[in-house]
């Protein structure tokens, strides 16, 4: 131990649009990362997200990507853009975190890994809900037998899009956009943890309308047309033999089916989120158990109430919406050398499942996945502290 003071992890945020704000109010609340300047397309842009989050600079992308103070780009551009932004910054010699998904194709994503990894540059991807408390919460039954063996997963979002609540939202209807690249991200990187990788998958999809119309802000009544399937499902096998199936839809007016089941040999854990959008796009949220003692007969009624469902208790942080704790792991990876949790890689596996997924109907039902990807460690209880004080370990180790 030297004594320093330990080097803050210095970030330029590329892309000042509206999922900016949650990732620099949450990255506000640790020392060990400052958003030191931010850049989109538009200048203006950039200076009032500057101005309203207390950034010393705003200026171009070219600008950023090119600052050598900084350590890492913070890519939250639309999906069509990440690639592009994120091969730019590596070469810059950056560490990138970008938002789902990774990629747009199969290709970029690979030359993406390798570029990083020629560099010895970290990569890391969106979604980081799964590193929070209600997804510990459920690796952690999971690791400790609650269920068993984990033999199947089940996963639904049924919603109507987009054009209700983003005033821009035509990327969500172009290439890079559509539910299974959206929304997908979050609930095959939440199986993944849970289940770990996935050996095969089958997929269909289709769409209800050629034509969406903006519901919100100023270009409310605007047409935009749909470039992608908006309904998806699939089938998926996991490299342990547990099979899941997911629908992910933006053409489902409402749903009262569960978002997230895992069923195991002994046991069932459920996300009960009653809003069709939400499960495991939060990182919050109850967590419910039920195992072969409390199950129910195929002929008895529906319970009115749940009481034979158990309310885990969750001893996790980050409990609330935390996008960024991903990035901030990605700056503890790189002072401790150690892997990133929310990694490239991760992402890239998802990336291929989705790929696979889109691809069968054409291709042939069943898609072979070919890569695969590390299992990221559970988040300690008491992260971020508990890197403090591994690192003042691994100091003071002789
Ligand atoms: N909105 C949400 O609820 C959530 C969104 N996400 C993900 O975050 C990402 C961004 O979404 P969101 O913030 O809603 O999108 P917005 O459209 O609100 O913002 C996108 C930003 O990226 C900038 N941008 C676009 N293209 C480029 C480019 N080629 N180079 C540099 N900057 C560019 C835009 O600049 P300008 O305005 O100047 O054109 C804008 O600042 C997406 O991948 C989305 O999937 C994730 C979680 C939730
Ligand atoms: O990633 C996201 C989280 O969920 C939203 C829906 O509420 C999406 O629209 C968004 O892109």
Known sequence: MTGDAPKTFRVGLVGCGRISDIYLTTLANFSEVEVVACASLDLEESRAKAAQHGIAR????????????IDCILNLTIPAAHADITRRALLADKHVYSEKPFVTGMDEGRELLELAEARGLKLGNAPDTFL?????????????????RPTGVFAHVGTHGTERHHPNPD?????GGGPLLDLGPYYLTAMVFCLGPIARVAGMANRAFDRRQIENGPRYGEWMDVQIDTHSLSMIEFETGAIGSMTMSFDIWDSETPRFEIYGETGVISIPDPDPVHGANDFHGPVWLRTQDTSRWSHQPRPKAREDWQVVMNHHGFN?????LGLLDLALAVRDDRPVRASGAL??????????IARAPQEGLYQRIESTCPVPEPLPETFPASETIRAHEAANAH
Do not use: K, P
């Not at 705003?58 to 103070?69: G, M, R």
């Not at 209600?134 to 999971?142: A, D, E, G, H, K």
């Not at 990327?171 to 290439?175: C, N, R, T």
């Not at 609330?320 to 960024?324: I, K, L, Q, T």
């Open 58 to 69: 705003a200026c171009s992308v070219d600008e950023v990507i090119a600052d050598t103070q």
């Open 132 to 148: 929070g408390g209600r997804w510990q919460t459920v690796r952690r039954l999971i690791d400790e037998g609650a269920i068993g």
């Open 171 to 175: 990327f969500y209807y172009q290439a």
């Open 320 to 324: 609330e919406n935390s996008r960024g």
């Open 347 to 356: 992402s890239f596996h998802v990336f291929e499942v989705m790929d696979a």
